[in-house]
């Protein structure tokens, strides 16, 4: 809510070609206590002063010589980066109103006026400026805060990620020591600090991958490869994660998926997380990894699908799969584990990739996730990830 004292210390400017009204105007508004009333004749000085003192509202006559309030509004629309015009019209054209409106005026009086029902308009467009302003300001600080806690989670990935392989590393070194001493108890223990590490260091990993996307410091490589034999390797890496649960991988390949042109390292880490989520949901199920190139040409598109048997998700649950940090719901995390990342981090880097992650389920069926990447990366991509990589060096 915005207070009287902050609505009368908005910035008015009166534009008039004849003295008498605006001198009217000036002192009515300042009698009931505005404090910042200025005027001018001159139409076409109009936008340069709002430029200057950026005025939360114009009362702005139609009529004038040398530039009517038509172009006077045209002009003002080149300097509002949000097209707002903060415009109230009085003028002696009534039959303008709706042009008048149309044109981007918040309002519309017609001479002659009351004074109780122009500063009932002044004082209810002005407080709706001011909100505006209020939560413009608010929107900038939250996205400048992110933006910065972004940049800084980035920026720490070298220190974050350090000592963590150092700790996964000597335990793996003292766990082979105590292995070859035949003391059992402290292997145990030790692979328990080695896949607590993991575990810490997978999470770091995606919070830093989320956070250089949002911070526009997501590298991005493409190179051409042969799309079979990535997905040879994904499979093999995928494997033992998939056994875990008692199901079975299938690979559906066309045999003409060709090559592509797109970042490889992006693509596997797209496939490894919808594959772990797949491996993680279902049991003794069965688990298809689908690869196509559809599309009239044979060249567009690559289309890859990861489909499962397993516990699948509602239409509620759907709605908000994608966010960063969020499960299907708070049992799933209990049950299953997981931060909420992987689907949040893959759907950013499909889009990164110029394409797009779709999902379908049936709870108790099992989901299917659908990947649609172009061929080649656009140039638009490269150059769009190129700029943002220059602005945040």
Known sequence: MISLDAIHQGKILIVDDLEANVKLLDKMLRNVGYVSVASTMNPLEVCKLHIKNDYDLILLDLNMPEMDGFAVMDGLKEIEGDNYLPVLVITAQPDHKIRALTAGAKDFIGKPFEMAEVLARVRNLLEVRLLQKELNDSKNVAESANQAKSQFLANMSHELRTPLNAIIGYSEILAEDAADAGNKESVSDLEKIRAAGRHLLDLINDILDLSKIEAGK?????????????????????????????????????????????????????????????????EAGRIVLGVTRPGQDGEATLEFSVRDSGIGIDSVQLARLFQPFMQADSTTTRNFGGTGLGLAISLRMAELLGGKLQVQSDPGKGSVFTLLLPAQVPDSVEQTVSVVEAKSA
């Open 218 to 282: 997501m590298e991005l490589s493409a190179e051409v490869f042969s799309v079979t034999d990535m997905i040879d390797e994904v499979v093999a890496t995928m494997q033992p994660a998939v056994e875990k649960n008692q199901n079975s991988l299938e690979v559906d390949c066309d045999a003409a998926v060709g090559e592509m042109h797109s970042d490889p390292q992006k693509l596997r880490q797209i496939l490894y997380n919808l594959l772990s989520n797949a491996a993680k949901f279902t």
